[in-house]
């Protein structure tokens, strides 16, 4: 299993009820994008290939000033109607961070006031971790396991797993 996080990932927005949602009560949840992702499927593939983790970072459809949460891609599928893709293990980034953080894989600056288009290849942001493989994050009995590699980051957000919450997984979905 993937250790490593990739240095990119896909920033994306949903509807922030789904996500609060999937995070309570979900480790694995999907999700459909009426765009295909073909630049994301084809990073997802190369992280894949070099046994790393690809990681989406998810702002509020309604309000995306803030990325409130980050997970580990597990599926991208395009298809004639867009992109499903599925994500486990949400983690809620504590205190929300500005989108205008996230720097644009492409170009190198960072994303605009306002931006608002379905998905955008970023460079993986300091608050996601570089490693996953033993995560220093709560059990479901309270207790803290392993050590997590940070980014390097001034203020590193508290980090809250879904999987610490329920119990069992369910399959959700819908933008």
Known sequence: MPESVAPFSVYTILNRSKLDSAFRCHRFSTFHERKRWVSAVQLWM?????????????????????????????????????????????VKVEPPRPTQTLVLQSSGRTISVGYRRPYAIVRRPQFVPVSTGVASVPTARGRRQGSLKESPDANPPALLMASDLCAKPVRGGGR
């Not at 989406?56 to 599928?77: E, F, M, Q, R, S």
């Open 46 to 90: 190369l992280a894949q290939k070099r046994g790393e983790h690809f990681a989406a970072v998810l702002a509020d459809a309604k309000d995306c000033a803030n990325v409130i949460y980050w997970g580990i891609v597990t599926d991208i599928t395009l298809d004639d109607d867009g992109t499903s893709f599925s994500i486990r293990d949400l």
